[in-house]
């Protein structure tokens, strides 16, 4: 399951954040070294804010945190604009239906042989997310070992341009059009029967 969290229901995933937080210090800050705002244990930036939305993937209602992503809207400040927008041939694209996927991270417990299986449910939840909220495009960066992956699991995604040095590593900016068949076709391939995301409303008092 993966739970969508979005401004209006972030107070009932309070633990949650934090624990994904957690997580992404351990595999960005502490893991690969990227120099990252930290609070504390966490890793938390400019782009954490009352906009994005979070996508939280746990086992069942009651497991730990598994795995994460976040969404961020292209009009505003994102990472492909303010960060990256030489590797994009025309620019780093926006628009209102355009969003931005950063952040994927897994818990650190989490066995290797699992991490995969979660970044395709994680794809799916992008997919679900964006057809709920009227997104049509979602862009990301990918790095020498996902860029195969998201261009050759079955939904519609191009590079936006060429393969860039990024210290020891490469990058590739990749965008993804979002529809109804592209969901379709990642749920058979990866044998997701069902919607996988849900979003919990927070309980509203009668006056």
């Not at 990252?36 to 069942?60: C, N």
Request: proline share 7%; hydrophobic share 45%.
């Amino acid at each position: 399951m993966i739970y969508i969290v979005t401004a209006e229901n972030r107070d009932l995933f309070q633990a949650d954040l934090s624990a994904m937080h957690r997580h992404r210090k351990h595999t960005f800050v502490d893991t690969l070294g990227w120099h990252l705002p930290t609070r504390a244990d966490q890793e938390i930036d400019t782009y954490d804010g009352p906009h994005t939305i979070y996508l939280i993937a746990r086992p069942h209602p009651t497991a730990a945190v598994a795995a994460s992503a976040r969404l961020l809207p292209t009009t505003g400040s994102h990472l492909m604009g303010d960060l990256f927008p030489h590797i994009c041939t025309d620019g780093a694209p926006t628009g209102d239906a355009l969003w931005e996927a950063s952040r994927f991270c897994t818990a650190p417990t989490t066995p290797r042989r699992e991490r995969l299986a979660l970044l395709w449910q994680i794809f799916c939840g992008i997919m679900e997310t964006a057809l709920l909220y009227d997104i049509e495009r979602v862009i990301f960066t990918a790095n020498h070992a996902l860029r195969p992956l998201p261009l050759e699991c079955g939904w519609r995604a191009r590079a936006l341009g060429p393969t860039v040095a990024d210290g020891s590593d490469s990058i590739t900016a990749i965008a993804v059009d979002i529809d109804r068949a592209g969901l379709r076709t990642l749920r058979q391939r990866f044998r997701i029967a069902s919607p996988i995301t849900r979003f919990v409303s927070p309980v509203r008092l009668a006056a």
